[in-house]
C-alpha cells in the first residue's frame, strides 16, 4: 500500500512541475526562515547558561526611587560585595569584578599582546563562575596581587600555547605571574575578557575598594540553593530599609529625596543578556522584545509556508479527484485516503526540510553577519534542535495536510466518477475558507511591509539627521594603558607636524560609546531657593574628559562662554564645560563662572568654573534624550586619540601616524579606527531588526504571491467553462481578466484593512523607543497598499491571462 | 442475488429537485447478463450506483447478497464492494500516476491481499486481458480498447461477484467495443453476474435481460435469451 502511494504521489509531483516547485519551496523557504530564527533565539537564550548551577547565579544590583529619579544600575559600591564575602559566605560565594577602563598591554616572550577587555576580579572568582581553566599553577589563582589570568588566546599569543601557566608576563613596567590560562569566553556570555588581574592588586593602588564609595563593581553571587537565596535576599533589604530610615529623618527638612524607596534586585545571570536594561552595563546586550517580535515573525512565516500548501493542495484536489473516486471504488476507504494525503503531506514537508537545510547552510554567511553570530548547522544536532525539528516537521505536516486530507478524503464516490467534479461548486465554505487563507497570507505581507518601510525610514532619519558635530575624517586611536597616557604630550607633538593632521586630542570616549555617570557638586545649587525647597547640590552627569582642541575638531558649537584654550593654562585644572540639558535639567540660572566640583577617585577634589555651555549634540543613540554632560580636561582617564584628518592622501597620512606612535609608544601596539563607522554601531540593534524585517518581508510576500497563484489556479480551474462561455458570447480578452482579478482585488483591500490597525500600534511603540523619531505618517500604508495591490494582480493576471487566452471549443470539450 | 424494492432517488438543488429514480423494483439473478437501456437523463447511472453500492436511495429497499443495504454508510458500503464488485466506466477511469500493472494491482491492495499472491492474480488478469506485454506502460500510452481491457482485468481481478459495467463501450471504436463486449459475455459464461448501463442496442444484445428505464421508471423488460435455459 505504502509503496503504491509513494508512487503515485512521486508521479503526481514530478507530472505537476509548477505545482510541486512552488508548494515544496514555499515551504522550503519557511522551514529555512524558521530555521535560522530558531537558531537565532536558541542562541540568545542560551547566554551565561554554560556557567556550573547558573540557576543560582544572580547580579546583585540596586534599585532607587525618590521624587522623579529612578537609578537602576548594573554595578554596586565595593563595600557591599566585600561584606557578602566576608559575613554571608553561609548563604552565598560572591565575587566582585571591575572593568579596566583603559585596558594596558601584556609584554612577553617578545611579543605583545593588546585586549580592549580586562577585569579585576576577587580571589573568589572561580567560586561564581566556571569559565573552563585549560593549565593553572598549584594553589591560589588571584590572592596575590601579581598573580593574573590569562584566555587562551592572549597565552598563544605569547607564549605560542596554552601551557602557559607560571610563566611571567610585564604590565605597565610591571611583573605578574600566570597562575592560570582559561579558555576563551564564549561568545554567549554576558561579559567578556582575556585578562584578569587580582583585585588585590587593585587594593594596593587605591584603599577605597571595600569600604563605601563610587559604584562601580560588578557583585556576582551564587547562593548555595534557593532557599538560602531568598533568606540573604531578605536580610540585605533589611538593612537597606533600615539605612534608607535614616536617610529620610535625616533628609525631612530638606527633601532632597522625597519619596526614596530602595531595592535589592537579585538579577538572574542568564536574564542580564536578553533583560537588563540597567545603567553601566558591561556590554551591550540583547533585546527581549527583538526576541519577541522575530519569534512571532518566525511563526507567521511557518504559517504562511502552510497555509500555500493548504490552498495548493485543496486547489490541486481537483486533479486528484478522479484518482481518490477510483481508489474508493476499488476499496478505499475515507481512512486510506486520509492517510494517503497526510503521508504526501508529511513526505512534502521532509523533502522541504532537507531543501531548506540546505538553504539555511548557504545563507549562514550572510545570516551570521546580520545578526552578529556565530551559528552552523552543527547546532541542529543538538537536543533542543532535534526536539525544535521534529516537532516543526509534525506540526507543519499537520497544519498543512490536514485540511486537504479532510477535504478530499470525502469527496463522493458517485459525484466524482460521473458528474464530474466541479471543484468547490457546491463547497461554499470551502471557497470561503480559501479566501480567509489569502486574506490572512496577504494582511501578513502587508503588515511586514509597512513596518519594513517605516523602519527603514527611521533609520534613514537617524542617518541623516544633525547630530550636532561632524564625525567624518575622525581617525580614533586607542591608547592601552597608563603609560601611553604619559608619552602622550610628545606624541601629540609629532602627530601634528603631520601634513593632512589638523589637530590631536586625548579623550576618555568617543561618540557613540556609552560616557560614564558621575557625581559631581555645584555649591551654588544648594542654596538657590526653587520653590522654598532646599535642592541637593549633587548632580548626576554624564562625563567626557578632553584636550583643548576636542571641541574645536568636531565642530562642536558653544552657546554660551567659551570653550578651552590653551591660552589659559589653568583650563587644565579648573575649567568645566556643561551641555544644554545640563543646564535644563538641574535649573543652573546664569551657569557661566559656577562653582563645581569633581572628586571621583582623586585624593584631592579638583574645583574649577564652568566656562562655557556646548549646545547638545548627540554623543548617544537618537533612542535617548541628550544627557546632562559635563566636559573637563583630565588626561588620566585617556583612552583614546582623536586626529582629525583633512582626508587627502589618507594612507600616506596614516603611515605616518604610525611611525610616530612606534617613535613614542615602542611597545604598544597600533590599531585605528573611523569615527564615522564606530558611531554607526550604535545602531547595530536597530539595523539588525531592519535588516530581519526586510529579509522576512521578502519572503511573506514571496509566500503570499505563491499562495495567490495557488488560489488564482483554483478559481480559474474551477472557472473554466465560464470563461470559455465568456468568450464565446463575445467578451474581450481584458474584460475577462477583469471580471476575475475583481474578487482578488477586495481580498487584498480587506488584507490591507486588516493589517493596517496591528501595524500602526505596533510601529507607534516601536518609534516611541527613539527620543528623535520620524512621524507615522500614511505614506507607509498607503505604499505597502499598492505594492501589494501590484504584487497580487501581477500574480493573478499571471494565471488569469493563459486562461482567458486558451481555446474555448477545447475546454468546453473536456468538460 | 440482488433485489431491489420501491428504490427512489432525488437529487436537490437550491430550487431544483430532479428525481432521478422512482419506485424501481427489480431482481438480479446470479449469473444473469442483465443490460440497462434508456435516453440519457433517464436514472440508468444513477441506479447503476446504488446497485454498485456507490450510493443510497432516498427510498426503498436494496438486498444486497440477502442484505438490505440501502442505510449503509460508507464504510461498510466500501467493505462489501471490495469484496464482491468489480467496476467498468464509460472512460475508463485509470489511474494516470499508475502503470498497467500498478492499476490492476489497487483493489487486490485494498483487499488486503498478500504481495506474492498479488503479483499472481494480476499477472494472470492481465495475461487473460491480452494486455500483459502493456504492463509497465502508462495510460496515456495505450489506446481506448487497450486501457478498456487494463479496466476489466482490474474489474475481474479480483474475481468479483458482480460487474457493473456503465456504458462499457461508449468511448471506444466498433472494433474495440465488440472485444470489450465478447470479453465481458465470456466472463458472463465463467459465471460472473453482469450489471451493465448501455445505449447500444448491439451491446445489449448481449445481455440475457434488457431492463428500459424512461423518467427514472422501469417501463418494460425484455428477455432476450432463457436464462434458465442457460444455467
Known sequence: ?815 | MLKTNGLSKTYRNAEVETQALQNVSLEVKEGEFVAIMGPSGCGKTTLLNIMGLLDNPNKGEYFFLGQETSKFNEKKRAQLRKKNIGYIFQNFNLIDELNVYENVELPLIYMGIKGRERKRKVLSALEKMHILHRKYHFPQQLSGGQQQRVAVARAVVGSPMFILADEPTGNLDSAHGEEVMRTLNDLNKEGTTILMVTHSQRDASYANRIIRLFDGQIINENILQSFTKKT
Open chain 1, 1 to 815: 500500500m505504502l509503496n503504491n502511494i509513494i508512487k503515485t504521489t512521486s508521479r503526481f509531483i514530478i507530472k505537476n512541475k509548477v505545482y510541486s516547485i512552488i508548494n515544496i519551496f514555499g515551504l522550503a523557504f519557511g522551514l529555512a526562515t524558521s530555521i535560522l530564527i530558531f537558531l537565532y533565539i536558541h542562541d540568545e537564550l542560551s547566554y551565561d547558561k554554560f556557567h556550573k548551577d547558573y540557576q543560582n547565579i544572580y547580579r546583585l544590583q540596586e534599585e532607587y526611587k525618590y521624587s522623579d529619579q529612578h537609578q537602576l544600575w548594573a554595578t554596586t559600591e565595593g563595600v557591599l560585595g566585600y561584606n557578602l564575602i566576608t559575613k554571608y559566605s553561609d548563604y552565598a560565594n560572591t565575587c566582585r569584578i571591575l572593568d579596566i577602563f583603559n585596558p594596558p598591554s601584556l609584554f612577553a616572550n617578545k611579543s605583545s599582546a593588546s585586549e580592549r577587555k580586562m577585569i579585576y576580579a576577587d580571589s573568589t572568582f572561580f567560586d561564581v563562575f566556571s569559565f573552563p581553566i585549560l593549565n593553572r599553577t598549584e594553589g591560589s589563582l588571584l590572592h596575590k596581587s601579581n598573580q593574573i589570568l590569562v584566555s587562551k588566546r592572549i597565552a598563544t599569543r605569547l607564549f605560542g600555547s596554552t601551557l602557559a601557566a607560571g610563566n611571567k608576563v610585564e604590565v605597565d613596567d610591571r611583573t605578574y605571574v600566570i597562575s592560570a590560562v582559561f579558555d576563551d569566553v564564549p561568545d554567549n556570555s554576558h561579559f567578556h575578557f582575556d585578562v584578569v588581574f587580582s583585585m588585590n592588586k587593585l587594593k594596593e593602588e587605591w584603599e577605597k575598594v571595600d569600604s563605601a564609595g563610587p559604584m562601580v563593581f560588578y557583585t556576582y553571587l551564587k547562593v548555595h540553593d534557593a532557599s538560602k537565596g531568598k533568606e540573604l535576599q531578605a536580610q540585605l533589604q533589611k538593612i537597606m530599609d533600615d539605612d534608607l530610615k535614616k536617610i529620610l529623618i535625616e533628609d525631612s527638612v530638606e527633601h532632597k529625596f522625597a519619596g526614596l524607596e530602595g531595592k535589592y534586585l537579585f538579577v538572574p545571570i542568564s536574564d542580564i543578556h536578553l533583560k537588563s536594561k540597567a545603567e553601566k552595563e558591561l556590554e551591550s546586550n540583547g533585546n527581549f522584545e527583538h526576541i519577541l517580535i522575530y519569534l512571532t515573525i518566525g511563526l507567521f512565516i511557518l504559517i504562511l509556508a502552510a497555509i500555500n500548501y493548504t490552498n495548493l493542495a485543496t486547489a490541486s484536489s481537483i486533479k486528484r479527484a478522479k484518482e481518490i473516486g477510483i481508489r474508493k471504488v476499488m476499496g478505499a476507504n475515507a481512512g486510506n485516503i486520509f492517510i494517503q494525503f497526510i503521508s504526501e503531506s508529511f513526505a512534502l514537508v521532509l523533502a522541504s526540510l532537507l531543501i531548506s537545510l540546505v538553504l539555511v547552510e548557504l545563507s549562514f554567511p550572510y545570516f551570521n553577519e546580520f545578526a552578529g553570530k556565530n551559528l552552523t548547522l552543527g547546532q541542529l544536532l543538538e537536543k533542543e534542535s532535534l526536539i525544535y525539528l521534529i516537532s516543526v516537521v509534525i506540526g507543519l505536516g499537520i497544519l498543512s495536510g490536514l485540511y486537504p486530507s479532510l477535504f478530499m478524503s470525502r469527496y463522493k464516490t458517485s459525484q466524482v466518477l460521473n458528474a464530474k467534479l466541479q471543484a468547490g461548486k457546491n463547497d461554499l465554505l470551502n471557497l470561503f475558507l480559501r479566501r480567509i487563507l489569502v486574506i490572512s497570507q496577504f494582511a501578513i505581507s502587508i503588515f511586514l511591509t509597512i513596518t519594513t518601510i517605516t523602519v527603514a525610514k527611521q533609520l534613514r532619519f537617524i542617518q541623516n539627521s544633525d547630530i550636532g558635530f561632524n564625525k567624518e575624517q575622525v581617525v580614533v586611536l586607542p591608547l592601552s594603558g597608563r603609560n601611553s597616557i604619559k608619552y602622550l604630550p610628545e606624541l601629540k607633538n609629532e602627530l601634528l607636524q603631520i601634513p593632512g593632521i589638523e589637530s590631536v586630542s586625548g579623550t576618555s570616549n568617543i561618540p557613540g560609546e556609552r560616557f560614564g555617570v558621575y557625581g559631581v557638586r555645584m555649591p551654588d545649587l544648594g542654596e538657590e531657593n526653587d520653590q522654598n525647597q532646599r535642592r541637593s547640590d549633587r548632580i548626576g552627569v554624564r562625563m567626557l574628559c578632553a584636550d583643548y582642541d576636542f571641541l574645536n575638531a568636531f565642530g562642536f558649537e558653544m552657546i554660551k562662554g567659551r570653550t578651552f584654550s590653551i591660552e589659559n593654562s589653568s583650563d587644565s585644572s579648573e575649567a568645566f564645560i556643561i551641555n544644554e540639558s545640563a543646564v535644563a535639567k538641574y535649573k543652573i540660572k546664569d551657569p557661566i563662572g559656577k562653582k563645581m566640583i569633581f572628586s571621583y577617585a582623586l585624593k584631592e577634589p579638583k574645583v574649577g568654573k564652568i566656562i562655557g555651555i556646548v549646545k547638545d549634540f548627540h554623543y548617544a543613540s537618537f533612542h535617548t534624550e541628550v544627557d546632562p554632560l559635563m566636559i573637563h580636561i583630565f588626561p588620566r582617564f585617556y583612552k583614546y586619540i582623536i586626529v582629525k584628518v583633512d582626508g587627502e592622501n589618507l594612507n600616506s597620512t596614516l603611515a605616518k601616524i604610525q611611525t610616530a606612535w612606534y617613535h613614542h609608544l615602542p611597545k604598544a601596539p597600533f590599531s585605528y579606527s573611523f569615527l564615522d563607522k564606530s558611531y554607526d554601531n550604535i545602531y547595530t540593534n536597530d539595523k539588525r531588526m531592519g535588516n530581519v524585517f526586510y529579509f522576512f518581508t521578502f519572503i511573506a510576500l514571496l509566500l503570499a504571491g505563491m499562495g495567490l497563484y495557488g488560489l488564482a489556479a483554483f478559481i480559474t480551474e474551477q472557472r473554466r467553462a465560464e470563461i470559455s462561455i465568456r468568450k464565446i458570447l463575445g467578451a474581450s480578452l481584458g474584460r475577462i481578466m477583469l471580471t476575475l482579478t475583481k474578487e482578488f482585488t477586495i481580498l487584498i483591500i480587506i488584507a490591507n484593512l486588516i493589517a493596517w490597525l496591528p501595524a500602526w500600534y505596533f510601529l507607534k511603540n516601536w518609534l516611541n523607543d527613539f527620543a528623535i523619531r520620524i512621524e507615522l505618517g500614511f505614506d507607509g500604508f498607503v505604499l505597502a497598499a499598492l505594492f501589494s495591490l501590484t504584487i497580487g494582480l501581477l500574480t493573478v493576471s499571471l494565471k488569469t491571462y493563459i486562461a482567458a487566452k486558451s481555446n474555448p471549443v477545447e475546454t468546453l470539450k473536456t468538460d
